[in-house]
Antibody
Framework: EVQLLESGGGLVQPGGSLRLSCEASGFTFSSFAMSWVRQAPGKGLEWVSVISGSGASTAYADSVKGRFTVSRDPSSKTMYLQMNSLRGDDTAVYYC???????????????WGQGTTVTVS | DIQMTQSPSSLSASVGDRVTITCRASQDISNYLNWYQQKPGKAPKLLIYDASHLQTGVPSRFSGSGSGTDFTFTINSLQPEDIATYYCQQYDNVPITFGQGTRLDIK
């Protein structure tokens, strides 16, 4: 069964840092791009970042560019999101999602994790 | 960035009704359009990809159509378990963008 499990969320002060993890199982991890998507309380979905299957290419939403860094470790089948200089408007549930394709372009997000909550206050 | 506009923002319908949600893109996105269902407190779930293709395991009462800038999502014979918020999402360009969501309630 294909599964994604996020962890690392929590309460952090403005200006602080946090690293989220997304552990994958049930599929060939390096063959698929992976994305982070967030949802602020009571709001809609906002794409945050994508990393290619190889890890060589990444892309970011303008709202997080220069503050967030996405990476992946094929040996542990884990994707990470390093979040620095956190602000109140980064407060959200953060989901990781598996992409259908391999490129860092974002396409069809066919499997989602359960989400991890980040509160900046 | 490509803007995705869904309508309506919310709607109420009765069990057995046919429900239609529209999604309009700010520019031509061909058929690079997906639909997701999000139930309260849960992660989104892919229902329709490439505008009209039903994801494996999704009931056939869900369907999608459209291309270019105008798209439609339909639920035939609404069921109680369909209470959720529905989102369209384009992937013609980075950043991928979502519609603002349509909240569906049962009357």
């Amino acid at each position: 069964e294909v599964q994604l499990l996020e962890s690392g969320g929590g309460l952090v002060q403005p200006g602080g840092s946090l690293r989220l993890s997304c552990e994958a199982s049930g599929f060939t991890f390096s063959s698929f791009a992976m994305s982070w998507v967030r949802q602020a309380p009571g709001k809609g979905l906002e794409w945050v970042s994508v990393i290619s299957g190889s890890g060589a290419s990444t892309a970011y939403a303008d709202s997080v560019k220069g503050r967030f860094t996405v990476s992946r470790d094929p040996s542990s089948k884990t994707m990470y999101l390093q979040m620095n200089s956190l602000r109140g408007d980064d407060t959200a549930v953060y989901y990781c999602a598996k992409d259908w394709g391999m490129a860092a372009a974002g396409s069809v997000l066919d499997v989602w994790g359960q989400g991890t909550t980040v509160t900046v206050s | 960035d490509i803007q995705m506009t869904q309508s309506p923002s919310s709607l109420s319908a009765s069990v057995g009704d046919r429900v239609t949600i529209t999604c309009r893109a700010s520019q031509d996105i061909s058929n690079y359009l997906n639909w997701y269902q999000q139930k309260p407190g849960k992660a989104p779930k892919l229902l329709i990809y490439d505008a009209s293709h039903l994801q494996t395991g999704v009931p056939s009462r869900f369907s999608g159509s459209g291309s270019g800038t105008d798209f439609t999502f339909t639920i035939n014979s609404l069921q109680p378990e369909d209470i959720a918020t529905y989102y369209c999402q384009q992937y013609d360009n980075v950043p991928i963008t979502f519609g603002q969501g349509t909240r569906l309630d049962i009357k």
